[in-house]
């Protein structure tokens, strides 16, 4: 009898402890998911569901998510990060060139595809020089220069880009508010990576080997293809056939390893976000908060709905542009929620250091709350200023 109750109880204990993994490591999704169904009892199904997706973001978050899967199957991260370890040789220094990389990476290519990018690269760079114990602070510091470096470009964020159109801004106006917290951002994330100790790094072994170049040149212009759908050079869906064809083709794991969690995630906060834009109590009330102060409320809102929805749900409710501009830039820091660079930040780290997500979210709360208060106090000097 005890044998046959033992290994039904360990059959059990491992199906609890997958589903506990489970909830663990989903648990922005589930919680996401739960947002976007209470919302829709208050907003029953209609055909305005169908607005709520950005399919364009959609599209071209698959389309970076697999083409960066392509790029690890060849092993190029791992051998970019052994060139940038050897080159800058100190820990300080590749911490560093990880940050601005991802700094300057989000002007170009938006702050969530700049992270999906650029966060593999950090983590295989701290991980091959054994230096693991680094990657929560190199991982944050990527989140903060994501969200802050993508804030000077129209698109840069994707909330820019709405409100770059909805407010029919001139690129010299847009450059003029961002400018002062732009350079602000710089100077900050600049002296806290200078905490970091210069201390040598020793790499050992031969250089990697350089993966094959005419897949990377292929992978390099599905990227650039990848990107160009944010600047609506041609139609998304155009760019979505030409980056599943030549990966179907090319690497058909890649479009297996693709994180279809965070699409769902994003699909999900869509629903959610949409539908508290047209609850009637939801409105009215932030439409009473708005009338206040836009620059601290909106970074309220980027605490709770993140800094996207809220873009799209508060510039319903004001006309001062240069305040909730600034408010859902800056207020992409603070909360793992404020922003879907964070979740993508948190989501990644989950997933490769899964038993130290609770000092992660220590030491995020510490330097991304910090960021918020001293970007705050240069938010409002940049609305009395212009």
Request: net charge positive; glycine share 6%.
């Amino acid at each position: 009898m005890e044998d046959t109750q033992n290994p039904q109880m360990r059959e059990k204990g491992r199906a609890l402890r997958k589903a506990a993994h489970f909830f663990k490591s989903s648990a922005v999704l589930i919680v996401a998911l739960v947002a976007a169904a209470v919302t829709c009892i208050f907003v029953p199904f209609d055909r305005q569901y169908l607005g709520y997706f950005d399919w364009g973001t959609l599209s071209c978050l698959f389309c970076t998510l697999a083409v960066v899967a392509a790029f690890k199957n060849i092993k190029f991260f791992v051998w970019l990060a052994d060139k940038i370890l050897r080159r800058f040789k100190n820990e300080r220094n590749v911490v560093l060139a990880l940050v601005f990389i991802t700094y300057f990476g989000s002007m170009v290519m938006a702050n969530d595809m700049a992270l999906v990018t650029f966060l593999p690269l950090g983590y295989f760079a701290l991980d091959s020089c054994g230096k693991r114990e680094r990657i929560a602070f190199t991982f944050v510091m990527q989140n903060i220069a994501a969200n802050l470096g993508g804030m000077l470009t129209p698109f840069g964020n994707p909330q820019n880009l709405y409100l770059y159109s909805y407010y029919s801004m001139g690129a010299g106006e847009f450059f003029r508010i961002m400018a002062l917290p732009f350079a602000a951002a710089f100077v900050l994330i600049f002296a806290v990576c200078l905490f970091v100790k210069p201390a040598p790094l020793a790499v050992e072994g031969r250089p990697k080997n350089s993966p094959p170049v005419w897949r990377s040149a292929v992978y390099g212009a599905l990227f650039v293809l990848s990107v160009l759908i944010v600047f609506r050079v041609f139609p998304y869906y155009w760019g979505l056939i030409a980056v599943i064809a030549a990966l179907a083709v090319l690497d058909f794991r890649a479009l297996l390893r693709v994180d279809y969690g965070l699409l769902l995630t994003f699909c999900a906060f869509f629903v959610f976000s949409g539908n508290m834009s047209r609850i009637g109590a939801v409105s009215e009330f932030f439409g009473r908060l708005m009338s206040l102060d836009p620059l601290a409320f909106g970074v309220l809102s980027c605490q709770i709905v993140s800094n996207v929805p809220s873009a799209v749900l508060l510039s319903k409710f004001t006309g001062d542009y240069a305040s909730l501009l600034i408010a859902v830039n800056i207020g992409g820091l603070g909360t793992p929620i404020s922003s879907l660079a964070s979740l993508i930040t948190l989501n990644t780290y989950r997933r490769v250091c899964p038993k130290k997500t609770k000092g992660y979210i220590g030491l995020f709360s510490a330097l991304n709350f910090s960021f918020l208060a001293v970007l705050l106090g240069v938010g409002y000097l940049t609305v009395w200023l212009i």
